[in-house]
Every structure is written in structure tokens, then in C-alpha cells.
């Protein structure tokens, strides 16, 4: 059976479609290092600290945990031609992981981890910012990769490393509070210890151990001027309380 003009006609058509779209997907893969962020399956078990490695070279895994609102580490510094593994868990709810200037978009669901590369080629500063909207505080919820060719190794800011950290994730008070110095539901914890707390009332306490103890205990009657009276009594043991207290005091920078 011969085949007619309009057949063959359209037969060109889908072959030269064809040739165009594997053309232009094979540029955006290797020309431009665009690729589609994984997943890693629910089956493997989310990382619960932030970390950063270094590999052979200018290469390093990065694993961020986000939280309302916050991204550990809060900062990260590399070298000019260093190359990144990121992967990355919520502790909460859904959030969002996109470096402007770079395509890594990943998209954080809880119980999983998301996985993404990128190369820094040129110096700068590269904003992180939460794409997916996680609640009241989400317009805070930044944090910045900055890269320099005066830079000989990487380092970073925010890495939650001693117990009073843990303890406060735990009994779910970073929900409220940030320890990045961004807004929240509640006061942030960075730079808080030692100053002036203002209340509801009209007066001025100083954020010590004493006040800590009793806002902790009864929260209502110290409600701070500014913030919703919303903070539950929080059980937390003597030696919990000292271990929070080292670490808001290691926050006043």
C-alpha cells in the first residue's frame, strides 16, 4: 500500500519532533546541568542532623535539615569550583529548598529525603529560600551559600551540636522559636539570652536563668509584649533546663 504526500508528510514531521526534543533535552542535561531532583524512597530513613562532609577535592555532601522556619546550616561557605551533594529532610512539614542562581528545586516532604547536585563555576552569594509555604513564619525562612575564591576549605553556621539544641527540638519549642534570628510565632532564641525582655505587662525583665525558669514553668504570667500568649507549660527536668541554658548562652553571637 503506497504511502500518500500527507502520510509521509507526517511521518517527517514526527521523526524531525522527535530528533528536536531529544536534542534539546540532551543540551538542557549537558549543556546546561539541568536535571530532574530525586527522591531518595521512603524506606530509607531520614537523617536527623545537619551535617556538612568533605570528599576528595573541591566536593561535599551537604545534608540540611528544615524546620519552621529555619534551614540547618544557616550558612555555608565553599570555594570557587566546589560541587555539591545536597540532600535534605523537614522535621515538620513540607517545605521548599531552592538556591537562586542554580538549579537545584527540591521539594522537602516529611519521611523522606530529597536529593539534589549543584556546581558553583563563579563567586557569589546564593540565597536559599523555602518555595513551598509552611506556615506564618514562611517569608523568613532563608539561608545562604556564600562562594569565594579566597576561600581554601568550607565552613558553616548553624549546625545544632550540643544537647540543649536537641532537647528543645524535642519537646517541640522550634516550632515557635528560631535560633537563626528570623521572626516566629514566638521570640527568636538567637542573640536572647543576657537582654532585655519587655512584657505584656509593661515591664522589663533580663533573660537569665531565673526568668527562663519561671517563663518555662508559667508561661501565661510572663507573656512577652509583641508575641500571643499561646506557650504551654513545658516539662522539662533540672539538668534539661541547664543543658538549654548552655546552649541559649552559646547563641548571643
Known amino acids: 500500500m503506497a504511502i500518500n504526500v500527507l502520510e509521509r508528510r507526517a511521518l517527517l514531521g514526527a521523526v524531525v519532533f522527535v530528533a528536536v526534543s531529544l536534542a534539546l533535552i540532551s543540551y538542557a542535561t549537558w549543556g546546561l546541568g539541568i536535571n530532574v531532583p530525586t ?11 545537619a551535617s556538612v562532609t568533605k570528599h576528595d577535592g573541591k566536593n561535599y555532601e551537604v545534608h540540611f535539615v528544615t524546620r519552621m522556619w529555619a534551614f540547618e546550616p544557616n550558612v555555608l561557605r565553599v570555594p570557587t569550583g566546589s560541587t ?60 545562604r551559600i556564600e562562594v569565594s575564591d579566597l576561600i581554601t576549605d568550607y565552613s558553616v553556621e548553624g549546625l545544632p551540636s550540643s544537647e540543649g539544641m536537641k532537647i528543645l527540638d524535642a ?24 537582654s532585655t525582655v519587655h512584657l505584656a505587662d509593661g515591664s522589663t525583665r533580663t533573660l537569665d536563668s531565673a526568668f527562663f525558669v519561671e517563663k518555662v514553668h508559667n508561661p501565661t504570667a510572663l507573656s512577652v509584649s509583641g508575641y500571643p500568649p499561646v506557650m504551654p507549660p513545658i516539662p522539662l527536668t533540672d539538668d534539661e533546663i541547664k543543658q538549654i541554658e548552655a546552649y541559649l548562652e552559646g547563641l548571643q553571637n
Open 39 to 49: 527522591c531518595i524512597p521512603l524506606g530509607s530513613k531520614p537523617f536527623e542532623e
Open 171 to 194: 519537646k517541640g519549642c522550634l516550632a515557635c522559636h528560631t535560633v537563626n534570628g528570623n521572626a516566629g510565632v514566638g521570640p527568636t532564641f538567637k542573640g536572647a539570652w543576657g
Open 84 to 143: 555539591l551533594d545536597i540532600y535534605a529532610v523537614t522535621k515538620d512539614v513540607t517545605h521548599g529548598l531552592e538556591i537562586a542562581g542554580t538549579n537545584v528545586n527540591l521539594m522537602v516532604v516529611p519521611g523522606a529525603v530529597a536529593n539534589g547536585r549543584v556546581h558553583f563555576s563563579k563567586p557569589g552569594i546564593y540565597t536559599i529560600v523555602c518555595h513551598e509555604y509552611c506556615g506564618k513564619g514562611h517569608q523568613t525562612m532563608s539561608a
